[in-house]
């Protein structure tokens, strides 16, 4: 049965995107229209967003409102069409008028994300556009869900409608939005399943209030129901856990194709691989490294943050970089006390480690395309794009066993496999997994089908889309069940 769905989120590429929440937003809308289901998307107004909407038709096409503290207040609604998929823009006095996505903290995001939520219920009402699912995504389209499933149970136009609520990164839960439910007319749940402190927080209720729940992983739908990953949320997730599943993101394998990146020295393929050299001696150039065709570059693409893992990776690096046994290749930004030990890397072995701070979508090609170890120790990891993205341009991964690294990525045996894998989160298990890569790595053939066995693996939306559109009816068939 065809299924209309309403996706909320803070973030859809390509109106806006800050992560890879952006990407998948940005993603699986379209390839569920592609099986045929009527989905749509409402975002907050950023401005940001509006300037890129420009490109893809937007129209004012009215107004809602929301009650809001008690009175009315206007919702300017915008419309854009973005691969065949309606984006709603939902504007009104909370979405600020500056460059940002998120604010600094729960008294600018809480007024705005709630206020966007209600919103989003309101225009639904004002297209007399009947969801049979609302599809939330992280915290912030929580107060939806908590509406829903607490004040709209018995409203006729949203008493069928089942709700659907993805995880990609819990330990972002926007707490302590007591005053800014409130302000929706929303008091904080009493469901005894939440810790106190999250019974006015948009993660804890999106959580509490879902009929469906799923993270972005098989992997990490089984973590977060654990104390170590679960935020303090895991004690709830385990009283849900019939209702909690994984699926895992997919890549788009036309975006990310070596055959057709203007990013890369000369386009490649798995048959082609030998061409790939062109590109490595790009990278290599273009970042100050010395021009070796033999020896091993390690690469890193990434944000610098907390999450990454990157706190256990300098001093691993600096040890093979000592041996002389590998050159080093670093694009990210973040936290300065991240970025400062591989500061000091680039400036003690000159040559042979570049450090490149900022964003930089060719040198990200390049790094994908021509490095040899793609190095990604993440902490945690609730699905991961870039391990995906090296897999298809022949970098071979090396990963913590955390989340989606570890469903994504198999570890190297003789003749099988498709990456390197490491367990304990430490500096020496990082640095012994190293080491055995960049001993295999030696080893011409066996590195070669090592490459061809990881460019051929496919992460398809396509399959994601089959698996949301089952979770989907999973929620309406339970729905249906307690009702009747
Ligand atoms: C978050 C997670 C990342 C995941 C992404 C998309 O950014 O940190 O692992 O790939 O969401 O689901």
């Given at each position: 049965m065809a299924l209309k769905v309403l996706v909320l989120a803070s973030e859809a590429a390509?109106?806006?995107?800050?992560?890879?929440l952006g990407d998948v937003v940005g993603a699986l809308p379209s390839a569920l229209r592609a099986l045929g289901h009527d989905v749509r998307v409402a975002l907050p107004a950023y401005p940001v967003a509006e300037a890129q909407a420009e490109r893809y038709g937007l129209q004012r096409v009215g107004r809602t409102q929301v009650v809001w503290s008690g009175s009315p207040v206007p919702v300017p609604i915008g419309q854009a069409t973005v691969s065949g998929v309606p984006h709603y823009l939902l504007g009104g006095?909370?979405?600020?008028?500056?460059?940002?996505?998120?604010?600094?903290?729960i008294d600018e995001d809480g007024p705005k994300y709630i206020f966007y939520s209600m919103a989003a219920l309101a225009l639904c009402r004002e297209l007399d556009w009947q969801p049979d699912v609302v599809h939330a995504h992280d915290s912030h389209p929580g107060a939806a869900v908590y509406w829903l499933g607490a004040k709209g149970k018995r409203d006729p136009f949203w008493r069928r409608t089942a709700r659907v609520v993805t995880v990609h990164?819990?330990?972002?839960q926007n707490n302590h939005a007591k005053a800014y439910l409130a302000a929706a007319g929303l008091r904080p749940s009493?469901?005894?399943?939440?810790?106190w402190w999250a019974k006015d927080g948009l993660m804890g209720l999106a959580l509490a209030y879902a009929d469906e729940i799923n993270a972005v992983s098989p992997g990490y739908a089984r973590e977060i129901?654990?104390?170590?990953?679960?935020?303090?949320l895991d004690g709830l997730l385990r009283l849900r856990a019939a209702n909690v599943s994984g699926i895992l993101n997919g890549l788009d394998y036309e975006k990310w194709d070596p055959m057709h990146d203007p990013a890369l020295a000369t386009p490649f393929d798995a048959d082609t691989l030998a061409r790939r050299a062109d590109t490595r001696a790009a990278l290599q150039h273009s970042t100050g490294?010395?021009?070796?065709?033999?020896i091993p570059v390690i690469g890193v693409v990434s944000r610098l943050d907390h999450q990454k893992g990157f706190d256990i990776a300098a001093l691993a690096v600096r040890a093979v970089l000592k041996d002389g046994a590998a050159q080093f290749v670093l694009l990210g930004a973040g936290a300065e006390e991240i970025q400062a030990p591989f500061e000091a890397l680039a400036a003690e072995f000159p040559g042979r480690a570049s450090v490149n701070l900022g964003f930089n979508v060719p040198l990200a090609g390049r790094i994908y395309g021509g490095c040899d170890v793609f190095l990604m120790p993440s902490r945690y990891e609730p699905c991961g794009t870039s391990q995906m993205a090296a897999l298809r341009y022949g970098a071979v991964p090396l990963v913590r066993a955390t989340g989606g690294l570890r469903d994504t990525v198999q570890h190297y045996r003789r003749g099988s496999g498709t990456g390197f894998v490491f367990h304990a989160y430490n500096s020496q298990a990082l640095l012994r997994t190293l080491r055995r890569a960049l001993a295999v790595f030696e080893q011409k053939d066996e590195w070669r089908a090592l490459q061809k066995r990881g460019m051929a693996v496919r992460f398809t939306w396509a399959r994601a889309a089959a698996d949301y559109a089952a979770l989907y009816n999973r929620a309406l068939e339970a729905k249906r069940k307690r009702r009747s």
């Open positions: 390509p109106l806006v995107k800050v992560g890879g006095p909370y979405v600020p008028r500056d460059n940002r996505v998120y604010g600094s903290g990164n819990l330990p972002f009493r469901d005894p399943r939440l810790p129901m654990g104390e170590e990953y679960g935020a303090g490294l010395i021009a070796n065709p033999n």
